[in-house]
């Protein structure tokens, strides 16, 4: 079955430094979706990507879809402490949405 | 409009006890899905729906049962509580599996088996 790996798990930055969380899976992907999950909320909906190589950005945030469509990253540049908590990359399959294990950013003002 | 709501929040079961975990949505979504959250586990997938009448089974989902009766209600039922079932559980809904919005997530369940 569909399996999505996100690495790394864990990411302390300073203020101000840039973030990136990597998403591969062991399939070619139809879609790749990422959430963020604030401390003890629910995950959000952040952006979906479809087109291989594709590119979009959100203010500080730019998400990256692979040629191949089997991998993506989100690269949050200039962190503020307003970014902390876990970013989840999401790939669909028949009507599944399966989630990588999730990067836990936390920022030290 | 008030999304998904899961209820209880919070909920102590004994092992060996059953229980539902109850799932609404008022967006007329045909997707509904189960997750569980476990440290380092990400989301992982218990059961999901296409459609009312229509389940299927995710990742993890030995222990639990499923039904979707109506388009709006997906509750989720703990046979025989056991402690490896502590966790929180998230509750989605979507207009389709590539949807523009993408999944709505409820506020959650905080489940605690002793």
């Known amino acids: 079955g569909q399996q999505v790996m996100q690495i790394p798990q864990y990411q302390h930055v300073q203020e101000g430094e840039d973030f990136t969380t990597y998403c591969n899976s062991s399939t070619t992907l139809s879609n790749i979706q990422w959430y963020k999950q604030r401390p003890g909320g629910h995950p959000v909906f952040l952006i979906q990507l479809v087109k291989s190589g594709e590119v979009k950005k959100q203010k500080r945030l730019t998400f990256q879809f692979g040629e191949a469509k089997k991998n993506s990253s989100l690269h949050i540049t200039a962190t503020q402490t307003t970014d902390v908590g876990t970013y989840f990359c999401a790939g669909t399959q028949g009507g599944k949405l399966i989630f990588g294990q999730g990067t836990e950013l936390s920022v030290k003002p | 409009n008030a999304g998904v709501t899961q209820t209880p929040k919070f909920q102590v079961l004994k092992t060996g006890q059953s229980m539902t975990l109850q799932c609404a949505q008022d967006m007329n979504h045909e997707y509904m899905s189960w997750y569980r959250q476990d440290p380092g586990m990400g989301l992982r997938l218990i059961h999901y729906?296409?459609?009312?009448?229509?389940?299927d089974q995710g990742e993890v989902p030995n222990g639990y049962n499923v039904s979707r009766s109506t388009t709006e209600d997906f509750p989720l039922r703990l046979l025989s509580a056991a402690p490896s079932q502590t966790s929180v559980y998230f509750c989605a809904s979507s207009y389709s599996d590539r949807g523009i919005e993408g999944a709505f997530f409820g506020q959650g369940t905080r489940l605690t088996v002793v």
């Open positions: 729906s296409v459609g009312a009448g229509i389940t």
